[in-house]
């Protein structure tokens, strides 16, 4: 048998993430290994995965690649057991692709298959662009976020609510007991 520590770069990623045990994601904030370095691996802004300057097409790579993912005070990682390889992310390293109302909760879906209910845990926060888009993202988990696509975005929005806020009065949405601002709510308006 192959040590994952003979495969180098993405095979040996690849090796020790199929060798973790049990289900669920893996507990990459506990895995603090020796050896780091780099890979040519990239997060476009779309969201797709890009290695050594080609999209990674297989979906079942890239969501595994995205149960090892991990950042840090100094970047992104890929980190098993055994290896840390910084990667580069251009934005946020997943699409909330989908939003659903569940009761009182709004349950998210991202691009590589994470179910997230907006709570204190998983805020979304809205920025402005130099452009002055709104760029809204939900916390995945850890320092983690996905950006919201345009159309769910808009879904928030058509179920948003005025609020009156210490900033004024903004269109807001409740998920799990918490209320997120989206936005003035004279902009919904306009």
């Known amino acids: ?3 994952i520590t003979d495969k180098p770069g993405l095979d040996g990623v690849v090796a020790a993430v199929k060798q973790a045990p049990g289900r669920g994601l893996p507990p990459v904030h506990l895995w603090n290994p020796a050896h780091s370095g780099e890979i040519d691996i990239v997060i476009k802004r779309d969201g797709r ?6 999209v990674i097409g297989r979906e079942a790579m890239v969501r595994l690649f995205s149960t090892i993912l991990r950042k840090d005070p100094d970047g992104f990682w890929l980190v098993t057991p055994v290896e840390k390889l910084r990667i580069s992310v251009e934005d946020a390293p997943f699409i909330a692709v989908r939003v659903d109302r569940d009761g009182d909760k709004l349950r998210f879906l991202t691009n590589v298959g994470d179910e997230v209910v907006a709570d ?6 809205v920025e402005v662009s130099a452009d002055g888009e709104p ?6 988990r850890g320092g983690l976020e996905a950006l919201i696509s345009r159309a769910v975005f ?6 948003a609510e005025d609020r009156d ?10 998920s799990g007991g918490v209320w997120f601002a989206l936005g003035p ?6």
């Open 165 to 174: 806020t210490p900033e004024g009065l903004r269109l807001a949405i409740e």
């Open 135 to 140: 760029r809204p993202y939900l916390r995945v």
């Open 154 to 159: 808009y879904e928030l929005v058509e179920m």
């Open 49 to 54: 995965w890009f290695h050594e300057g080609a």
């Open 185 to 190: 709510a004279e902009a919904a308006g306009a």
């Open 1 to 3: 048998m192959v040590s």
């Open 120 to 125: 204190a845990d998983h805020p979304i926060r």
